[in-house]
């Protein structure tokens, strides 16, 4: 799948959970989207969004650091073997991609914490 695909999926879920209206009336907001063919299209978007305004590109997100999600989950931020940041164990394949109000990075798939 392209990027563009799979980010429209993710805001298919974000629609269908009635989540919209936050991510427009959002002045900076860092997402995490699973891109995972296999992800189920009933995960809670704000497990995948750092509470606002954090706005985290990648040079920002430090390895070891310790970020919350808009549900209270914990995303972690780890050095991959071979480098590269994962996110709860999930590698970010495509990072820094700019949306109107944030940053979208996508993950391998769904995030465990």
Same mark, same amino acid.
């Given at each position: 799948?392209?990027?563009?695909?799979?980010?429209?999926?993710?805001?298919?879920?974000?629609?269908?959970?009635?989540?919209?209206?936050?991510?427009?009336?959002?002045?900076?907001?860092?997402?995490?989207?699973?891109?995972?063919?296999?992800?189920?299209?009933?995960?809670?978007?704000?497990?995948?969004?750092?509470?606002?305004?954090?706005? !985290?590109?990648?040079? /920002?997100?430090?390895?070891? #650091?310790?970020? *919350?999600?808009?549900?209270?989950?914990? %995303? =972690?931020?780890?050095? !991959?073997?071979?480098? /590269?940041?994962?996110?709860? #164990?999930?590698? *970010?394949?495509?990072?820094?991609?700019? %949306? =109107?109000?944030?940053?979208?990075?996508?993950?391998?798939?769904?995030?465990?914490?």
């Amino acid at each position: 799948m392209e990027y563009m695909e799979l980010a429209l999926r993710f805001y298919k879920i974000v629609v269908s959970s009635g989540k919209l209206p936050f991510f427009e009336e959002s002045t900076a907001v860092t997402i995490f989207a699973p891109i995972n063919a296999n992800c189920p299209n009933s995960v809670n978007p704000d497990d995948y969004i750092l509470i606002p305004p954090f706005l !985290a590109y990648t040079p /920002g997100l430090v390895p070891d #650091g310790t970020y *919350i999600t808009r549900s209270g989950k914990t %995303i =972690k931020v780890t050095w !991959a073997k071979g480098g /590269g940041r994962l996110v709860n #164990g999930r590698r *970010i394949v495509k990072a820094n991609v700019p %949306i =109107k109000n944030g940053v979208i990075h996508f993950i391998d798939g769904v995030c465990t914490s």
